[in-house]
C-alpha cells in the first residue's frame, strides 16, 4: 500500500514530536526507538522509513525543538514589539520552568545530550542557535535606558538565552518549590536588566 507525501509528512511530524517528548524526559540515553516509536504511535518500520538511526531522529527533535522556540520569540515580537521580551521571560521561567519535562524547552533540556552528540548533530544545533540568537538580537535595544551602550545586540541575546536556560535547569533542579521561585525571580530581573529592560 502506498502512502501519500502529506501521509508520509504527518507521520514524520508525529515521530519527531514523540521524539522531541521522550528525549526532553529520558534523555538520549533514556529513550530508545522502541520508546519512539510506542510515543508516536508507528511502527519500527515507519519510523525507519524517515530516519536512519536514533542519532537522526534526536538531531531533528533538537532542531524542531530551537525552531519552534525561535517561532515563539519571533510571534510574540510580531503581536507586541515593546513587550515581548517581558513576556516571554515570565512565560519561560515561569510556565517553561513548571511544566511537564516532556514539554519543556528544547533548549535546556536537550542541550547537554547535545554535547554528547556527534560532529553533524554538534554542527547542526549550532547553525540552528545562530538563527535563535539572531532572532532574540534583532528584538533587543541598541542601548539601555541610559543611553549607555552595554554590549552588541548579538552578545546580549547570547547571555539573555544562556541566563534563562541555566536558570528553568537550575530551578527545576532543586527540590524546593520557594527557592525554584526564587531563582526564576531573580534570573527574570537579571535577564531583563541585561536587555536594557526596566524591572
Known amino acids: 500500500?502506498?502512502?501519500?507525501?502529506?501521509?508520509?509528512e504527518e507521520?514524520?511530524?508525529?515521530?519527531?514530536?514523540?521524539a522531541g517528548r521522550v528525549f526532553r524526559k529520558e534523555g538520549y540515553g533514556g529513550g530508545g526507538i522502541e520508546a519512539l516509536t510506542k510515543?508516536?504511535?508507528?511502527?519500527?518500520?515507519?519510523?525507519?522509513?524517515?530516519?536512519?538511526?536514533?542519532?537522526?531522529?534526536?538531531r531533528t527533535a533538537v532542531l524542531s525543538g530551537l525552531?519552534?522556540?525561535?517561532?515563539?520569540?519571533?510571534?510574540?515580537?510580531?503581536?507586541?514589539?515593546?513587550?515581548?521580551?517581558?513576556?516571554f521571560?515570565?512565560?519561560?521561567?515561569?510556565?517553561?520552568?513548571?511544566c511537564d519535562l516532556g514539554e519543556s524547552c528544547a533548549l535546556p533540556s536537550l542541550s547537554t545530550d547535545v554535547m554528547?552528540?556527534?560532529?553533524?548533530?554538534?554542527?547542526?544545533?549550532?547553525?540552528?542557535?545562530?538563527?535563535?540568537i539572531d532572532e532574540v538580537a534583532a528584538g533587543l535595544p541598541e542601548n539601555d535606558a541610559s543611553g549607555t551602550p552595554i554590549?552588541?545586540?548579538?552578545?546580549?541575546?547570547?547571555?539573555?538565552l544562556a541566563m534563562l536556560s541555566g536558570g528553568v535547569t537550575?530551578?527545576?533542579?532543586?527540590?524546593?518549590?520557594?527557592?525554584?521561585?526564587r531563582i526564576a525571580h531573580l534570573v527574570a530581573q537579571a535577564a531583563l536588566r541585561l536587555a536594557g529592560q526596566k524591572v
Not at 510515543?39 to 518500520?45: E, I, K, R, S, W
Not at 524517515?50 to 534526536?58: E, L, N, P, T, V
Not at 537550575?170 to 521561585?181: C, F, G, I, K, N
Open 89 to 98: 521571560v515570565e512565560f519561560y521561567l515561569g510556565y517553561k520552568r513548571t
Open 67 to 87: 525552531e519552534e522556540l525561535r517561532q515563539g520569540i519571533a510571534a510574540l515580537k510580531g503581536s507586541d514589539q515593546a513587550n515581548w521580551l517581558t513576556t
Open 11 to 18: 507521520t514524520k511530524s508525529k515521530i519527531v514530536a514523540a
Open 39 to 58: 510515543a508516536a504511535g508507528v511502527t519500527n518500520g515507519a519510523f525507519y522509513g524517515h530516519f536512519k538511526s536514533k542519532s537522526q531522529a534526536f
Open 151 to 160: 554590549g552588541s545586540q548579538e552578545d546580549r541575546a547570547i547571555v539573555l
Open 116 to 132: 554528547r552528540a556527534d560532529d553533524d548533530t554538534r554542527a547542526a544545533y549550532t547553525a540552528e542557535l545562530m538563527r535563535l
Open 170 to 181: 537550575v530551578a527545576r533542579a532543586v527540590s524546593d518549590p520557594e527557592l525554584s521561585d
Open 1 to 8: 500500500m502506498r502512502y501519500s507525501p502529506e501521509h508520509k
